[in-house]
């Protein structure tokens, strides 16, 4: 879709360029949301495409994916053999609802900046521990949580001026066993449920509900817990208003697949301990 009030594109190669940045303006990444609907209050792109940003590092500290990375890029990644997590990078980049085109120029960073609940990179980036590198205008930098960064639907921790430049996922969380679980209404539609289990080396068994809520919800235990354990956590901690409601699946079904599919979970990683 055009957007005809854009007077303006800035194409920064540094970060010393990335500003000022003000009211009417707009990051553009892969520009999928962007472009997908009128933007009558924006004036001003700053285009992203030109920023040397690495897409992905791999050190001894874990994997840090930029925000611009494309999710085809983070795709075709091959991981070392010693992130058994890793797996689930094909699996999120496989719950996307969306054409080839899209495939290869959504962004990492964008589908987190978006918070929708079935973004399928905060399923991913939530589970294995994420946090967020978030630059602001100043020259400062500060870390959040993904879990904490998502706050619910089109709300993030960013405040304004400020850019994600990328997310940092650790080494002890790519090399932890892990369970996957994904609903929807139809056979390629949008996740209504999605749930993420990993189990540690030492035992430590965590749980990352998305897709059925708001936002992220996540939850460990230091060790894999019993079947009621992990049920009164799950009445305690989401309560009713917390599940999404939308056409893509009401409030009770996915409330009753979120505990279906943790139970599931638990007794798979179970199996491990």
Same mark, same amino acid.
Not at 21 to 32: I, K, R, S
Not at 125 to 153: H, M, N, Q, Y
Not at 211 to 240: G, K, M, W
């Given at each position: 879709?055009?957007?005809?009030?854009?007077?303006?594109?800035?194409?920064?190669?540094?970060?010393?360029?990335?500003?000022?940045?003000?009211?009417?303006?707009?990051? #553009?990444?892969?520009?999928?949301?962007?472009?997908?609907?009128?933007?009558?209050?924006?004036?001003?792109?700053?285009?992203?495409?030109?920023?040397?940003?690495?897409?992905?590092?791999?050190?001894?500290?874990?994997? /840090?994916?930029?925000?611009?990375?494309?999710?085809?890029? #983070?795709?075709?990644?091959?991981?070392?053999?010693?992130?058994?997590?890793?797996?689930?990078?094909?699996?999120?980049?496989? =719950?996307?609802?969306?054409?080839?085109?899209?495939?290869?120029?959504?962004?990492?960073?964008?589908?987190?900046?978006? =918070?929708?609940?079935?973004?399928?990179?905060?399923?991913?980036?939530? &589970?294995?521990?994420?946090?967020?590198?978030?630059? =602001?205008?100043?020259?400062?930098?500060?870390?959040?949580? $993904?879990?904490?960064?998502?706050?619910?639907?089109?709300?993030?921790?960013?405040?304004?001026?400020?850019?994600?430049? @990328?997310?940092?996922?650790?080494?002890?969380? #790519?090399?932890?066993?892990?369970?996957?679980?994904?609903?929807?209404?139809?056979?390629?539609?949008? /996740?209504?449920?999605?749930?993420? @289990?990993?189990?540690?080396?030492?035992?430590?068994?965590?749980?990352?509900?998305?897709?059925?809520?708001?936002?992220? $919800?996540?939850?460990?235990?230091?060790?894999?817990? =019993?079947?009621? !354990?992990?049920?009164?956590?799950?009445?305690?901690?989401?309560?009713?208003?917390?599940?999404?409601?939308?056409?893509?699946?009401?409030?009770?079904?996915?409330?009753?697949?979120?505990?279906?599919? &943790? !139970?599931?979970?638990?007794?798979? #990683? @179970? !199996?491990?301990?």
């Amino acid at each position: 879709m055009d957007i005809n009030t854009i007077n303006a594109v800035s194409r920064p190669q540094s970060r010393a360029e990335l500003w000022p940045f003000q009211e009417g303006d707009a990051w #553009l990444g892969g520009g999928t949301w962007l472009f997908s609907e009128p933007q009558p209050k924006l004036q001003r792109l700053v285009d992203l495409s030109l920023l040397d940003w690495q897409p992905l590092t791999t050190t001894d500290a874990g994997l /840090s994916i930029s925000a611009n990375c494309k999710v085809a890029t #983070l795709d075709a990644f091959e991981p070392p053999v010693a992130w058994p997590a890793a797996r689930l990078i094909g699996k999120c980049c496989r =719950s996307f609802l969306a054409s080839f085109k899209i495939w290869n120029m959504a962004t990492v960073g964008g589908n987190l900046c978006m =918070s929708l609940p079935a973004g399928p990179m905060i399923s991913l980036t939530a &589970a294995l521990e994420g946090v967020c590198t978030i630059w =602001s205008s100043d020259g400062s930098a500060r870390k959040v949580p $993904v879990v904490d960064f998502v706050k619910g639907p089109l709300s993030n921790d960013l405040r304004p001026g400020e850019i994600l430049r @990328g997310i940092n996922l650790p080494w002890e969380a #790519l090399s932890r066993r892990t369970a996957f679980r994904r609903a929807s209404l139809t056979p390629l539609g949008r /996740s209504g449920v999605l749930l993420i @289990g990993t189990l540690s080396a030492k035992g430590g068994f965590v749980l990352t509900v998305t897709a059925s809520t708001r936002r992220p $919800v996540q939850f460990a235990f230091p060790h894999c817990p =019993s079947a009621r !354990e992990l049920e009164r956590r799950l009445e305690n901690d989401i309560p009713d208003a917390l599940y999404y409601d939308d056409i893509h699946g009401l409030p009770d079904w996915r409330q009753h697949m979120t505990h279906l599919f &943790a !139970e599931e979970i638990r007794k798979e #990683l @179970g !199996e491990w301990t």
